[in-house]
């Protein structure tokens, strides 16, 4: 609230209840690493706090740039020209900012008060060896290590095999289609679909403005507007101040026909656009456009008088906001891409990891993205992917993707130095698998909250980006990150100085 008082950012019922997801998801992963770490750690020490000053300091950096990507990400979106996308970014990238603020300062504050009672039932004893037993996730970490280009060609082909359904995606730009079928306002959609022509349910307006004189000076202009706009193959019929009944009678001085398409002040005429086709369609875009090209011919071969016109009505809206989502996914994607490289080398302190994490976040989204358009067209059977929802899915699968790559790879780091690289490997794999497991788990399930709301647009995303959390959870993590950082090895840490070799123990 206080945010809101001195930016004067909105915040709504979806900004509410997105931020209550991540904060809740976000939060609770970084409870689980700490807490993972601290456990290890106390099975070493005899002292609490010791303990927990040598699990922060190996989980803290950890933390730090997991959530960076994600504030990163999110403040970026300022940058975009859709106002959705810049009033929700700076404020997720604020809950994010304070979380971490929590995460390193009173959470560890928190578990130490709690003493080793913060493991009850459970008893941890202190200077005991700090051995992982032998567990699924070491079993998958020594097969990994053993065929790495194996696992990386066959988890990559198959992330690339998923990205496919993608290309035939089929953008929605219905919000109607997104209500529940018993909301009354679609019954009465639907219900108007079986008795009028598609373009009557939307219509589409034209407005001749001609600012401190009276249009109806220009009836000439308006009706070779709506003679051409008429001829357009995707154009139903075009009512106006020449044409109230969708055909030329010539002008109109009736007083009900001058009040229905003319302004009070008669500085503005209307057009009424009925279109051919569905309102909300792809292709009735494409007819927006052509309407608008007519426009500008017409206004390149000028005509007397100061006369300005625009298009609006809903399909106009959509090709709107598609454009300018068409201009931030350009301008965002490669910004945040880049962004996420700096943190990444900035905490990895290297060039070559950073780099194979970055390609690991981006098939990830793919393959999810590819995932979701399969589910959505051809299993749910909707009519479409909400087209807004393509770069919320990027951010967030992008910005979430790093965090749990992050950890695996500082653990991969801090083994391969112990134990060398083969060995060093399959014991970071053995030791993250399990939390990072349960913090996957968790924070998928938080995103599948949104997949019980009755809007098709929020559940989309919520669906989509639990999928992508599961899949960098389970792929990812387990295959993909450990498979790369066992083919480079100690080119992973290059410019840095690589660590040394070693073999693997048998099974």
Known sequence: ALVVELTGLPLNDQVISIMSVLLFGVGTNYVLFIVSRYREELITSSDRFLAMTSAMKRVGPSIFGSSMTTVVAMFLLIFSMLGSFKTMGPMLAITVTIMLIVALTVLPAAIVLMSRFAFWPNRIVANQPNRVATSIWQRIGRFV?????????????????????????????????????????????????????????????????????????????????????????????????????????????????????????????????SLAGDPYSETALTVINDIRSIIQSNIDRGFTGKVEVLVGGD??????????????TKLLAPLILVAI????????????????????????????????????????NQSGVAYSNGIWIFVFL???????????????KEETERLGFIDGVAEAVGRTGGVVTSAGIILASTFAVLTT??????????????????????????????????????????????SKTSTINPL
């Open 145 to 273: 290590v053993r065929r790495p280009k194996t696992v990386f060609l066959v988890t990559t082909t198959i992330l690339l095999i998923a990205i496919v359904p993608s290309f035939r995606m089929v953008p929605s730009f219905n919000f109607i289609d997104g209500f529940p079928d018993d909301v009354e306002s679609k019954a009465g959609y639907e219900l108007l679909k079986k008795g009028f022509a598609p373009g009557d349910l939307s219509l589409t307006s034209v407005f001749v403005s001609t600012p401190g004189s009276n249009v109806m000076d220009q009836t000439g202009l308006i009706e070779t507007l709506a003679e051409q706009i008429d001829e357009h193959p995707g154009v139903n019929n075009v009512r106006g101040i020449t044409r109230p009944y969708g055909s030329y009678v010539g002008q109109q001085n009736d007083k009900a026909s001058i009040n229905r398409y003319n302004s009070s002040e008669g500085t503005v005429s209307r057009l009424d656009v």
């Open 315 to 328: 399909t106009a809206v959509q090709l709107d906001t598609k454009t300018v989502i068409d201009q931030d």
């Open 341 to 380: 490289l700096c943190v990444l080398i900035l905490i990895q302190r290297a060039l070559i990891a950073p780099l194979y994490l970055l390609f690991s976040v981006i098939i990830s989204y793919a393959a999810t993205f590819g995932i979701s358009v399969f589910i959505f067209q051809y299993v749910l």
């Open 398 to 412: 992008v910005a979430l993707g790093a965090d749990y790559n992050i950890f695996v790879i500082a653990r991969i």
């Open 453 to 498: 709301l009755p809007l098709r647009d929020v559940f989309q995303l919520g669906m989509a980006v639990m999928l992508g959390v599961l899949i960098d959870t389970f792929v990812v993590r387990t295959l993909l990150v450990p498979s790369m950082a066992s083919i480079l090895k100690k080119y992973s840490w290059w410019p840095s100085i690589g």
